[in-house]
């Protein structure tokens, strides 16, 4: 069975980290791009960040740039993200997902995981 599971979401105050981890179980991340994705209660997914399958290439959302850093250890067959400088406009459930390039379009990835709750709050 093919599965996405984030963790390491969680409660932090504004201006402090996360590191969030997608680990790939029943298949090898080695051929995917993975992209992180984010939606806060009565908005759309949006991309955060994604990942080639090399990790050659990433790219940012502008509202993160400069204080999210997307990872790969395909060894471990895991994707990371390192969330710095948190804000209360970062809260939302993130997941990742796993296509062969990245896009930036939700509807385009085939594999999701079920979602990890980081919440930026005083």
């Known amino acids: 069975q093919l599965q996405l599971v984030e963790s390491g979401g969680g409660l932090v105050q504004p201006g402090g980290s996360l590191r969030l981890s997608c680990a790939a179980s029943g298949f090898t991340l080695d051929y995917y791009a993975i992209g992180w994705f984010r939606q806060a209660p009565g908005k759309e997914r949006e991309g955060v960040s994604c990942?080639?399958?090399?990790?050659?290439?990433?790219n940012y959302a502008d509202s993160v740039k400069g204080r999210f850093t997307i990872s790969r250890d395909n060894a471990k067959n895991t994707v990371y993200l390192q969330m710095n400088s948190l804000k209360p406009e970062d809260t939302a459930i993130y997941y990742c997902a796993a296509r062969t390039v990245c896009s930036v379009w939700p509807s385009s990835y085939g594999y999701w995981g079920q979602g990890t709750q980081v919440t930026v709050s005083s």
């Open positions: 990942i080639s399958s090399s990790g050659g290439s990433t």
